[in-house]
């Protein structure tokens, strides 16, 4: 059986894209089927050994190709009766544009590899209109296999997008539907799609190993939804208040929002003996190392992005007991916490200069890790891993 892992905005080792489909990849070929991992075309890494077939022109966070948003604005602005581009709502919105785009490049490659109908697509990182896409063309393109769809962004609020959605699936029975979150698989469930299951993310399993000389450190993409644009203020105050270093990954978001590149140019300028850039997506053992020697991890993602999904930065430090910094409204950690009652290592801030550095005075007087990995692997294994249960 052929496993097709999906993933358009797999570009490079960062994020944990990569990481995601390396484990996926493993526990396909350890079961005795094949793995082909299928990314962006623009796909670099410094982990060569990994195979990767470059299909798709257009990632989750860029805008479509011209032709296609030239396309969509004629077909919106034509009568009923004339728009021809059945896959598309009553109403525009931007995300279909870069769904066309996905769903093209799908297209050709399922033809270019002669799909069957005992093949498996997984689809890790979706948003709910990709979601609907792939549901459309899955219905009208024949014995294709059967498909997973990872849903790891918030559901629409529009009226006319959830019955577009719910219409996707309905009555479609080799599509499986999953969220990385109990409370996403519910607030789609809610719209009327069908069943939702939850499976986790995987992600390798890190052993807290602190630094000799304590840091703290922001990892993943420079992005206005992660907080990165609060950082230079942050740094700057507790260079002067707190003993602690940082170590800042800088990986810029393709969208290049100016906010956040003027606060890339603003930590670019406080590097030095106490602040480490790591510029650039990082080789999974040196983001593993930088997460596992961190004192604290600063997560101020925003508590509206991330109000029923999970984020994976916060997932794997709090698994390995290191201590988070985190805005109070982010669901991401709650389940964890309420299950395994980690508490004691989630710093809960505002996006003031002065509670951030009392959140990292807090973080750096931890002096026991919280070892919660065994805990939370346990719950949060990927059920969809278990391949013979979804063969068609």
Same mark, same amino acid.
């Given at each position: 059986?052929? +496993?097709?892992?999906?993933?358009?905005?797999?570009?490079?080792?960062?994020? @944990?894209?990569?990481?995601?489909?390396? =484990?996926?990849?493993?526990?396909?070929?350890?079961?005795?089927?094949?793995?082909?991992?299928?990314?962006?075309?623009?796909?670099?890494?410094?982990?060569?050994?990994?195979?990767?077939?470059?299909?798709?022109?257009?990632?989750?966070? =860029?805008?479509?190709?011209?032709?296609?948003?030239?396309?969509?604005?004629? @077909?919106?602005?034509?009568?009923?009766?004339?728009?021809?581009?059945? #896959?598309?709502?009553?109403?525009?919105?931007?995300?279909?544009?870069?769904?066309?785009?996905?769903?093209?490049?799908?297209?050709?490659?399922?033809?270019?590899?002669?799909?069957?109908?005992?093949?498996?697509? #997984?689809?890790?990182?979706?948003?709910?209109?990709?979601?609907?896409?792939?549901?459309?063309?899955?219905?009208?393109?024949?014995?294709?296999? !059967?498909? @997973?769809?990872?849903?790891? #962004?918030? &559901?629409?609020?529009?009226?006319?997008?959830?019955?577009?959605?719910?219409?996707?699936?309905?009555?479609?029975?080799?599509?499986?539907?999953?969220?990385?979150? &109990?409370?996403?698989?519910?607030?789609?469930?809610?719209?009327?799609?069908?069943?939702?299951?939850?499976?986790?993310?995987? #992600? &390798?399993?890190?052993?807290? !190993?602190?630094?000799?000389?304590?840091?703290?450190?922001?990892?993943?993409?420079?992005?206005?939804?992660?907080?990165?644009?609060?950082?230079?203020?942050?740094?700057?105050?507790?260079?002067?208040?707190?003993?602690?270093?940082?170590?800042?990954?800088?990986?810029?978001?393709?969208?290049?929002?100016?906010?956040?590149?003027?606060?890339?140019?603003?930590?670019?300028?406080?590097?030095?003996?106490?602040?480490?850039?790591?510029?650039?997506?990082?080789?999974?053992?040196?983001?593993?190392?930088?997460?596992?020697?961190?004192?604290?991890?600063?997560?101020?993602?925003?508590?509206?992005?991330?109000? +029923?999904?999970?984020?994976?930065?916060?997932?794997?430090?709090?698994?390995?007991?290191?201590?988070?910094?985190?805005?109070?409204?982010?669901?991401?950690?709650?389940?964890?916490?309420?299950?395994?009652?980690?508490?004691?290592?989630?710093?809960?801030?505002?996006?003031?200069?002065?509670?951030?550095?009392?959140?990292?005075?807090?973080?750096?007087?931890?002096?026991?890790?919280?070892? !919660?990995?065994?805990?939370?692997?346990?719950?949060?294994?990927?059920?969809?891993?278990?391949?013979?249960?979804?063969?068609?």
């Amino acid at each position: 059986m052929r +496993f097709f892992i999906v993933d358009p905005s797999l570009y490079d080792a960062g994020g @944990h894209n990569l990481d995601y489909a390396v =484990e996926v990849s493993a526990s396909v070929t350890a079961q005795g089927h094949v793995p082909i991992i299928t990314g962006n075309r623009r796909f670099t890494s410094k982990t060569t050994h990994i195979d990767v077939q470059r299909v798709f022109k257009t990632g989750l966070r =860029e805008p479509a190709s011209l032709v296609t948003r030239l396309a969509a604005s004629l @077909h919106f602005r034509a009568p009923a009766f004339a728009r021809r581009w059945p #896959f598309f709502p009553d109403h525009y919105e931007p995300l279909h544009d870069r769904a066309a785009d996905v769903i093209r490049d799908w297209a050709r490659f399922v033809s270019q590899v002669s799909a069957r109908r005992d093949d498996q697509w #997984f689809f890790p990182t979706v948003t709910w209109c990709e979601a609907g896409h792939i549901a459309r063309f899955a219905r009208t393109s024949g014995q294709i296999g !059967r498909v @997973h769809v990872i849903l790891r #962004f918030d &559901p629409p609020e529009a009226p006319t997008s959830c019955q577009w959605l719910k219409e996707s699936f309905a009555g479609l029975n080799d599509l499986e539907l999953w969220a990385d979150t &109990p409370e996403l698989a519910e607030a789609y469930q809610q719209i009327g799609v069908g069943k939702v299951r939850c499976a986790r993310m995987p #992600f &390798p399993t890190l052993t807290a !190993r602190p630094s000799p000389k304590p840091y703290v450190a922001f990892l993943g993409e420079a992005r206005l939804d992660k907080g990165f644009q609060y950082l230079p203020a942050i740094i700057r105050q507790a260079l002067t208040q707190t003993s602690a270093d940082f170590h800042i990954q800088i990986l810029p978001d393709p969208n290049r929002n100016p906010q956040v590149a003027a606060a890339i140019h603003e930590v670019r300028a406080l590097a030095g003996e106490r602040v480490t850039l790591m510029d650039g997506a990082l080789a999974t053992a040196d983001y593993n190392t930088a997460m596992s020697q961190a004192a604290a991890i600063l997560c101020l993602h925003d508590p509206g992005t991330y109000r +029923f999904r999970s984020a994976g930065v916060v997932t794997q430090a709090l698994s390995a007991g290191i201590p988070v910094i985190m805005q109070p409204g982010s669901s991401a950690p709650h389940t964890m916490i309420s299950r395994n009652a980690c508490t004691d290592i989630v710093a809960l801030t505002g996006l003031n200069e002065a509670e951030n550095v009392r959140a990292i005075r807090q973080c750096m007087a931890v002096k026991k890790r919280a070892r !919660r990995h065994l805990d939370v692997l346990d719950d949060w294994s990927a059920p969809w891993l278990q391949l013979p249960a979804l063969a068609p």
